[in-house]
């Protein structure tokens, strides 16, 4: 899968599931994801400032999205339908 069409689909995600962590979103949406496929993804997302508090623990990865990553979701939404 397309490494931008992976983001977009995690912060869709984690807007529709929050709460969930990154990997339970990825296993909900199909998406294949290791430990170090979803570091990367939330780093991405953190620099890109759509993220904050990211907090790891074993396979479990949670974070909030910012005001930025609301709005991306919301726009990503609106192109889908």
């Given at each position: 899968m397309d490494h931008q069409l992976k983001l977009d689909k995690i912060l869709?995600?984690?807007?529709?599931?929050e709460g969930e962590s990154i990997?339970?979103?990825?296993?909900?949406?199909?998406?294949?994801s290791n430990k170090d496929e979803v570091q990367e993804i939330v780093e991405s997302l953190?620099?890109?400032?759509?993220v904050k508090s990211v907090?790891?623990?074993y396979k479990c990865t949670k974070?909030?999205?910012?005001?930025?990553?609301?709005?991306?979701?919301?726009?990503?939404?609106?192109?889908?339908?």
């Open positions: 869709m995600g984690i807007c529709l599931n990997e339970e979103i990825s296993q909900n949406l199909g998406i294949s953190s620099k890109d400032g759509f907090s790891t623990s974070t909030d999205l910012t005001t930025k990553g609301y709005e991306k979701a919301s726009n990503l939404f609106e192109v889908a339908y």
